[in-house]
């Protein structure tokens, strides 16, 4: 009787900390594993699921937890674990490592740590990265950024319109803007959020079609607000920007170093200039409606080397209490 009962015991124990997700309509046990990048007979195993057909709306699983699979000789650790599309990771590496490769992208190492964004593309399960130098290779795991999906209505003629050229060019330009990676960390955060009530009316990450046609992500988040209502500086940064563009409108620039930068679109006045230095707190702006949209909110974007991040991680104390030795060393 005894024997039986260790089991079962230990079992829930190993479990007791794990996520859990509630199977919605449509999701396969196959893709929930794949999102979560843990093998299908573990998760069946782990909610003693015999056939992995048989699953319903509502249901509770446990989802087991990955383990880096590096050896902890390395020294590396990556917070959090593991990684979530569209969100940042902080890598702590040993002396000796410059440089990251991942997703594509090559990120220098500052202080031990490294700032990595993790597309909101990227597809759940196992992705390769190097660190560069010492040349060790391993495998990270990305899970589902849980993104929802909404259809945009476009007449006809309005998109026949729309300058394409233009739309180009100013991307170039919003990129080129934030500039290189720089060392240096202007001020630790949390930040605060651009305006003094936060409500939110499309998030981040939100996978979008425009007439039922694939148009990728919400590359921002957009916050509700009035014609004239003031929009200030999450944190120190240096004003990268600030101009009236075609499709954004008037847009400011934040560059915070650590190739973060962060974007305010479609306001209706600007009041920084490019190369001014901005604390937490002070005014770029007012809200508006100007750039190409149907009334007026702030499309908030924080891009870290070039690709679109979740702002809300940076509003949040985890991903600072990670960076603190870089700001702690001039
Ligand atoms: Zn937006």
Known sequence: MRRL?????LLALALAAAPVHVVRPGETLYRI???YGVP???LAAANGIVNVNLIRVGQKLV???TRPSWPAAWGLTVEPWPLEQGRMAVFSVPAGVGALRVFNLKVPVTHGVALVPVPADARPGAHPFVLVGPELRGELVVVSGGYGHENIALSEEKNALLDRRKI???KKRLLAACGP????LLGLGPWRWPLDHVEETSAFGTRRTYNGRPGGWHGGIDLRGKEGTPVYAPAAGVVALSDKLYVRGNTVILRHGLGICSNYYHLSKRVVEEGQRVSKGDLLGYVGATGLVTGPHLHWEVRVMGQTTD???FTRPQLWRRLTPVAATP
Do not use: D, H, K, Y
């Open 181 to 184: 990676w720089t060392a240096e």
């Open 63 to 65: 989802i087991p937890s």
């Open 40 to 42: 299908l007979n573990e």
């Open 311 to 313: 702002p809300a991680v």
């Open 168 to 170: 180009r060019a100013e």
């Open 33 to 35: 594993a794949r999102n």
């Open 5 to 9: 009962l260790f089991l079962p015991v």
